[in-house]
DNA sequence: ACTACCATACTACCATACAAGTATGGTAGT
DNA sequence: ACTACCATACTTGTATGGTAGTATGGTAGT
């Protein structure tokens, strides 16, 4: 049994996926907000089928919630399954980061200075859009350098929520310019192999995006999980 | 917007897509297997639609590799992925018995104590399947008890690959009675609140659950991917 | 014997039709 | 005015037919 690549001709059902998944983190279709097979496969001019299938992988990540015979809903923000993500995603990052000082590919390492070049670009010009890419960006490069792809991708994968908090908190006016300069000294650290001060940095850079949940909760009451409503 | 508990009567996807998914966990489906829409559907004596979307979960979560007008073919286990996998519990478990160590509701540890008791009992009668499921539990336990059950759902969801190399392991007449007693060391560990030896242990402990992979890709040569491909 | 070709029998993909459960608004009865 | 009821218009769930791409086995030509 051989397995040739498969042609990658983007079929429908991936194409519809892939858009509602975008417009979902993207909180263009906020927490809440309802959806039906037949609304979403007429805008995209295709059959229910494909978008039916779109939804139960949507759902699969948490993104969507299919009532039968009722209707299919944006999943609203779980604040308990935020803190957990939060915990992982600091777990990981911290043993990745103990990874990145004992060695890194030279090639990699460039490609985090570019990268924290362009950040020190859209943090002057308050792209705020670009720098959370570039944040992204940032991270996914130190645990590619360190032969992790597949944990970060786990970690987008269970981010979802919390993701979407930080969108929120982006729309609320974040201090890129502080997350800037934290990036600035992890690659130092790095550089100087010092995984005591890397721990550390990874630790608190972490932390401050997690700081005010409540707050946000109260900026948008209906995008969040009420803890007593399961 | 309230969301009021769904009906949870299984729908026909569910049926199917829990079915498939515990044989081929199980091994009852073997890696390389070909599967088909329709045969599953007479098999179950539905229609293809439900088969078709439990199909679209199982490649999702990596299960099954659907090639358009091709075939369905039961994912082969990935070596790296199940090294990373091992990764991410490795850091996850370790992280999560440092909380453990701090605190432990006494109802949890009780559980614990109760399913160790059981695992002495499975060792004596050498039933290894029921011994798998109750190291599965074990460590399941530890998780609720520090509050992060999800990341433990999130380790069982990203662990797949390393579930069925360890069911391998099983068949190859596993050493269980060395791992109860690695057990029962950390639940020592956590008794006597001692961070540092607990983290000595559960390192050890899952160190050890992945000594042996080429070995098994030795004996089970048709069920691995190879480097090479893709 | 070997190779290029092609009919055939698959496959997954998508569109459509129907079924079954649910929310809603109007209406008749009180 | 209020309530119980019911027709209707939704929703998702399931079944089925047709389409396009792919593997395979046989055959004609070399």
């Known amino acids: 049994m051989v397995f040739v690549k498969p042609p990658q001709s983007a079929s429908t059902r991936e194409v519809v996926y892939s858009a509602l998944r975008e417009q979902i983190l993207q909180l263009e279709l906020p927490p809440g907000t309802g959806l039906s097979e037949k609304e979403i496969s007429l805008q995209f001019n295709v059959s229910r089928t494909p978008v039916r299938e779109s939804f139960v992988q949507l759902a699969q990540e948490g993104l969507l919630e299919i009532l039968p015979q009722r209707g299919t809903y944006v999943s609203l923000i779980d604040n308990s399954l935020v803190e957990e993500a939060r915990f992982m995603r600091e777990q990981l990052e ?102 005591a001060e890397a721990d550390r940095l990874m630790k608190n850079h972490l932390n401050l995006t997690v700081t005010d949940q409540s707050l946000l909760k109260e900026k948008f009451p209906t995008y969040f999980k009420t803890p007593s409503s399961n």
Chains 1, 2 share one sequence.
């Open 94 to 195: 911290r043993a990745v980061i103990q990874l990145a000082c004992e060695s890194f590919p030279e090639e990699q390492f460039i490609k985090i200075k570019s990268n924290l070049a362009l950040q020190k670009l859209s943090v002057a010009k308050q792209d705020d859009k670009k720098m959370f890419e570039l944040d992204e960006e940032f991270h996914r490069a130190i645990f590619e350098g360190c032969g992790k792809s597949y944990t970060w991708g786990v970690i987008q994968h269970v981010n979802v929520h919390l993701n979407r908090s930080r969108m929120l908190r982006l729309a609320a006016d974040h201090n890129w310019s502080h997350i800037y300069s934290q990036h600035e000294q992890i690659v130092a650290a790095i550089e100087a192999h010092d995984s």
